[in-house]
């Protein structure tokens, strides 16, 4: 068992095995959408001070070993949310007009809210390296939201999440009952 320095005891530890290969997901997710959707409802139990604590301790221990240009999984397959903020930061970046921005790269989804016209993300390379990566979309940079405060808020969000980023899956399974 391990505490934290806000005093919270866990016995949760997330190591590279648990990780699962970003081409197992589907397969794996087939398998265990029940259960996870179980440990979700009890996630949503916890203590949101404490759930928060477990979880961004599992988020930095399972990020200071794992590669995310190994996987990039969430570059090739969903689109950000994109502010006016951040039109303005990408038309900066890559030194075009906000306007033609969006007329070459976004449309509005059926939220009303700006993303890609299609994925994979029009600024990831074949190695996975972003060519926008100091200037990228806010919930790129915050995602896959394992390190946000009140992650109670996100339980949902992160069962989708699940089915694309194996780190999110890692740290989900580590609660199954």
Do not use: W
């Amino acid at each position: 068992m391990k505490s934290n320095n806000k005093g919270v005891s866990t016995n949760y530890s997330v190591k590279i095995g648990d990780i699962p290969a970003p081409g197992e997901l589907k397969g794996l997710m087939a398998l265990n959408r029940k259960v996870l959707k179980k440990t979700v409802q009890h996630l949503a139990k916890i203590n949101p001070r404490d759930l928060d604590t477990i979880i961004h301790s599992l988020h930095e221990e399972a990020f200071s070993f794992y590669d995310c240009l190994k996987c990039a999984n969430c570059c090739r397959s969903i689109s950000p949310a994109i502010s006016h903020n951040d039109v303005e930061q990408l038309a900066k970046k890559l030194k075009v007009k906000p306007s033609d921005l969006v007329v070459k790269y976004l449309h509005l989804d059926e939220e009303g809210d700006f993303v890609f016209q299609s994925a994979p993300c029009p600024f990831i390379d074949e190695e996975n390296y972003c060519s926008v990566y100091s200037h990228r979309p806010k919930a790129c940079r915050e995602y896959p939201h394992t390190d946000r405060s009140r992650f109670y808020q996100l339980l949902n969000l992160s069962l989708k999440n699940a089915e694309i980023c194996p780190v999110v899956y890692a740290i989900l399974m580590k609660f199954q009952k």
